[in-house]
T-cell receptor
Framework: GQNIDQPTEMTATEGAIVQINCTYQ??????LFWYQQHAGEAPTFLSY??LDGLEEKGRFSSFLSRSKGYSYLLLKELQMKDSASYLC???????????WGAGTKLIIKP | KAGVTQTPRYLIKTRGQQVTLSCSPI?????VSWYQQTPGQGLQFLFE???????NKGNFPGRFSGRQFSNSRSEMNVSTLELGDSALYLC??????????????FGQGTRLTVV
């Protein structure tokens, strides 16, 4: 079976750091994606991991451990505009389709 | 480089009617995937088209169908609309839809409301 789990909602303070976790179970793995989606807008690409380790891109970093079926998205120096939903998706090796988690709604407070 | 264009942005339809949504992918991209998004459900995969062929299909009833044209533009059709079909329909464009793609680009979506 295939399953992606993320927390439903998280709250953090402006200027702080937050880590959003994603755990997955798939029959075959071919990469993990993180997307950001503001309310009423299209998802926009944040990061892609296919090998174990940390990928850093400005204030955002993404980590992957394939043996543990685990990823996290780390957001530093939080800004109010980071309030959004963060979607984790795993690409299945069998047909290269993306399997999506339900998303984590991140609320930033001043 | 133009992004992914979906039309229309908003639709209101009555139960029992049918609807057609359109998606124009990024120039040069040959894979188009369609998703349904409802609150708390995440993105549910409908189908993927590549080079005018449906390559993958999700677990949706036969009322949901699609097609892709030679210029890679894609349409999806929903017949005999039900209230539960109210959702945001998103299409995603990628170069090949395969292992080499490191990013998929989404359109703004079509918000369908069935009354």
């Amino acid at each position: 079976g295939q399953n992606i789990d993320q927390p439903t909602e998280m709250t953090a303070t402006e200027g702080a750091i937050v880590q959003i976790n994603c755990t997955y179970q798939t029959s075959g793995f071919n990469g993990l994606f993180w997307y950001q989606q503001h309310a009423g807008e299209a998802p926009t690409f944040l990061s892609y991991n296919v090998l174990d380790g940390l990928e850093e891109k400005g204030r955002f970093s993404s980590f992957l451990s394939r043996s543990k079926g685990y990823s996290y998205l780390l957001l530093k120096e939080l800004q109010m505009k980071d309030s959004a939903s963060y979607l984790c998706a795993v690409r299945a090796r069998s047909n290269y389709q993306l399997i999506w988690g339900a998303g984590t709604k991140l609320i930033i407070k001043p | 480089k133009a992004g992914v264009t979906q039309t229309p942005r908003y639709l209101i339809k009555t139960r029992g009617q049918q609807v057609t949504l359109s998606c124009s992918p990024i120039s040069g991209h040959r894979s188009v995937s369609w998703y349904q998004q409802t609150p708390g459900q995440g993105l549910q995969f409908l189908f993927e088209y590549f080079s005018e062929t449906q390559r993958n299909k999700g677990n949706f009833p036969g009322r949901f169908s699609g097609r892709q044209f030679s210029n890679s533009r894609s349409e999806m059709n929903v017949s005999t609309l039900e209230l539960g079909d109210s959702a945001l329909y998103l299409c995603a464009s990628s170069a090949t839809g395969g292992a080499g793609d490191t990013e998929a680009f989404f359109g703004q979506g079509t918000r369908l409301t069935v009354v």
